[in-house]
Each structure stands twice: as structure tokens, then as C-alpha cells.
């Protein structure tokens, strides 16, 4: 009974985001997360994607809305949903009873849970133009030249490359979108298991002392 008291209370301080140490952090990565998605936005629509709006009246004043742009900050809002479960279920476990101790840990956590959300993210959503582009393309072919047994993997490459540039850049977008929140929401699944999993241990290990 004390250890389930003891881990409701610890889940009771990092459920309360409407303290300020709880939303300072927030705001901060929500808004890390929104340029990432920003950044992805102007790309693509500097690379040639269609962006399709529409316009809200209220009144005499016409507001224009991106339709892709409100997709870019649902997955912003979603990072930030990840970050918020990634943080209060990992950041109590074996931090201990010491205040000064936590006081340390918890910054820490905090930005550990967002790299373990923003890094995936962030990889599976650029690097499909990454490996596209001419620079990348073209650094390949120079190492399959100078090694002529890759040259049946550059070809293959060649051909995944051409195949991707050639698709819709809508296409491109939301595939990438939906890509990366899968992959981030993932990484996370996996380390809240693994949380969980450690946590019941330790419960089964503290019953039987």
C-alpha cells in the first residue's frame, strides 16, 4: 500500500501541467516542434507541393487556412502529446523520495523524452529528400565508381531515387507526415513498455522484502 501511495503521488506531480514548471517546458518544445514542422512545410512548398486553402469569413474579415499547414500542426500537436506521456512516465522512475535529487533529474528527463520523440521524427522526415538530392546522389556514384561491386547496389539506388522524385509532391507530404508520427509514436510505445515492465519488477521485488 505505502509503494502504490508512494507512485501516485510521484504521478500526481507530473500529471499537473498546469503548474508553470509543468507548461514552460511544454510551450517550449510545443513551439521546437511546430518550426520543425514549419521548416518541412516551406520546404515542400518551395519544392512544387500544391497548397491547397480556404478561406473562413467572419464577418467582414476573410481569414485564409492551409490545409497542409493544419496537418503539419495536428503532428506538432501530437509530438507534444508523446512528449507529455514519455515525460510523466519515465521521469519518476528511480529518481527516489530526495527533492534535490529530482530537482536535478527531471530537467534532464525532460529533454531526454523529447530527443526520444523529436529524433525519430525528425529522421524519417527528411531523410527521404536527403537521399534524393543531387549532393547525396551524386556522392553514391562516387563511391560505386571506386568500388565496382557496389555498382549493382547504386543502380538499384538510382532507381528507388528516380521513382521517388517523381512522385506527387502531395503524395510526398502526407506520406512523410504520417511516417515520421508513426515512427515517433513507436519509439515511445517501446520505451513506455520497457518503463512499465522495469516498474512492475521493481513493485514484485520491494512485496517480497
Known amino acids: ?3 502504490a501511495s508512494g507512485t501516485t503521488t510521484y504521478k500526481r506531480m507530473f500529471l499537473r501541467w498546469e503548474i508553470l514548471r509543468g507548461w514552460l517546458p511544454a510551450i517550449v518544445f510545443a513551439a521546437i516542434s511546430v518550426a520543425i514542422e514549419l521548416l518541412y512545410f516551406i520546404y515542400m ?3 512544387g507541393m500544391m497548397d491547397e486553402a480556404f478561406t473562413i469569413s467572419l464577418g467582414a474579415l476573410k481569414i485564409p487556412l492551409s490545409i497542409a499547414l493544419f496537418f503539419s500542426l495536428a503532428n506538432a500537436i ?3 502529446t508523446l512528449w507529455m506521456s ?3 512516465n519515465t521521469a519518476f522512475v528511480m529518481a527516489g523520495p530526495d527533492r534535490r535529487v529530482r530537482r536535478i533529474l527531471y530537467p534532464l528527463r525532460m529533454v531526454k523524452a523529447a530527443a526520444i520523440v523529436l529524433t525519430p521524427f525528425t529522421i524519417v522526415l527528411f531523410t527521404p529528400y536527403i537521399v534524393e538530392s543531387s549532393w547525396f546522389i551524386s556522392a553514391v556514384a562516387s563511391v560505386s565508381n571506386s568500388n565496382s561491386s557496389l555498382s549493382q547496389t547504386a543502380i ?3 532507381t528507388w531515387s528516380f521513382g521517388l522524385a517523381r ?3 502531395s503524395v510526398k507530404f502526407v506520406a512523410s507526415q504520417l511516417s515520421a508520427a508513426f515512427s515517433s509514436a513507436v519509439v515511445s510505445g517501446l520505451l ?3 518503463v512499465k515492465g522495469t516498474r512492475n519488477l521493481m513493485l ?3 512485496r517480497k522484502k
Do not use: I, K
Open 78 to 80: 501530437v509530438l507534444l
Open 86 to 88: 514519455v515525460f510523466e
Open 204 to 206: 514484485a521485488l520491494r
Open 192 to 194: 513506455l513498455w520497457r
Open 45 to 47: 512548398v518551395g519544392r
Open 167 to 169: 512522385m506527387d509532391y
Open 156 to 158: 538499384g539506388f538510382y
Open 1 to 3: 500500500m505505502a509503494v
